[in-house]
């Protein structure tokens, strides 16, 4: 009789043991994945955006990749994008307001598939700290409209260390008229 009355009282210890283990360590390792996570600032302003969009206005004004991309901070599939390759000098505007983003000087191939430039036009673009996807990044949006452009990272080959990862579908290129610089010499 003890021995199945001493199982019994060993075998629900084991059972209160368990439980309190799990009450315990829950908290415990949310706690650690909370302080484990960086909360980095982002890397420029961060500011609102300044002018209001119709939805309607941009769905007849935009592709649907652009509106994807700009106003659902969508990303197009690598290497697929229009300007990912582009060589020719020039300036990327914002697709959805017009603001000058980045100039053909600043950009560079990272082999990434998107357009990449090491620095933007001054005061055209904010960052903004992206917690999606499991991943801590900085997002970069237009600083006049808040179009969603890409993302910003530390791991440029240039002087500034940055590498501007930016969607096709966000903007706009204008090439340099050469032609008429020539005329001028």
């Given at each position: 009789m003890?021995?199945?009355i ?11 043991v368990?439980k309190?283990?799990l ?5 415990l ?11 980095k600032?982002?890397m420029?302003?961060k ?11 941009l769905?007849?004004?935009l592709?649907p ?8 901070k969508?990303t197009?599939?690598?290497f697929t994008?229009?300007?990912?390759n ?9 697709v959805?307001?017009?603001a000058?983003?980045?100039t053909?000087?600043s ?8 357009p ?10 904010d ?6 996807h ?6 970069i949006?237009c600083?006049n409209?808040?179009a969603?452009?890409?993302?910003v ?17 966000s ?14 010499k």
């Amino acid at each position: 009789m003890k021995t199945s009355i001493q199982k019994l009282f060993s075998m629900s210890s084991v059972f209160f043991v368990a439980k309190l283990a799990l009450v315990l360590l829950i908290p415990l390792c949310l706690l650690v994945y909370a302080l484990a996570m960086p909360n980095k600032p982002a890397m420029t302003n961060k500011t609102e955006p300044k002018t209001e969009k119709s939805t309607d206005d941009l769905r007849s004004r935009l592709t649907p990749e652009q509106f994807y991309v700009t106003q659902e901070k969508g990303t197009e599939r690598a290497f697929t994008g229009k300007y990912w390759n582009t060589k020719d000098p020039g300036k990327y505007y914002c697709v959805v307001c017009g603001a000058e983003l980045f100039t053909s000087d600043s950009k560079f191939d990272s082999g990434c598939g998107w357009p990449s430039f090491d620095k933007a036009a001054t005061d055209k673009v904010d960052t903004h700290v992206d917690k999606t996807h499991g991943m801590v990044r900085d997002e970069i949006v237009c600083h006049n409209c808040g179009a969603h452009l890409g993302h910003v990272f530390n791991d440029g080959p240039t002087a500034t260390g940055l590498r501007y990862c930016v969607n096709s579908a966000s903007l706009d290129f204008k090439a340099k008229d050469t032609k008429a610089e020539d005329s001028k010499k």
